[in-house]
Nanobody
Framework: QVQLVESGGGLVQPGGSLRLSCAAS????????MGWYRQAPGKQRELVAT???????NYADSVKGRFTISRDNAKNTVYLQMNSLKPEDTAVYYC??????????????WGQGTQVTVSS
């Protein structure tokens, strides 16, 4: 089985920074794209940032210039560095990855989510 485990969420003041991590573990043959999504109360889940296996990145307009996604392929880990945080960034952040287990098709996997709260 494949698991995605996030860490790094918490409470931060406006203008502050947080770094989220997400480690994939289990039966993994290869990992394609990885990314972060978020869901605020009463809103739909939305894309924050993605990164391909070739390290091409894509960002939501609302986070461009403030957030940076990166990955360590040796550790099967994706990171999200969040700077200049705003109250509207408050949400549960979910890690996502396209993973191929040995002998299986590519699957879409999600982490359990980590809460990020931006408040004074």
């Amino acid at each position: 089985q494949v698991q995605l485990v996030e860490s790094g969420g918490g409470l931060v003041q406006p203008g502050g920074s947080l770094r989220l991590s997400c480690a994939a573990s289990g039966s993994i043959f290869s990992i394609n794209a990885m990314g972060w999504y978020r869901q605020a109360p009463g809103k739909q889940r939305e894309l924050v940032a993605t990164i391909t296996s070739g390290v091409s990145t894509n960002y939501a307009d609302s986070v461009k210039g403030r957030f940076t996604i990166s990955r360590d392929n040796a550790k099967n880990t994706v990171y999200l560095q969040m700077n200049s945080l705003k109250p509207e960034d408050t949400a549960v952040y979910y890690c996502n990855a396209l993973i191929r287990p040995p002998g299986s098709k590519l699957g879409n996997y999600w982490g359990q989510g980590t809460q990020v709260t931006v408040s004074s």
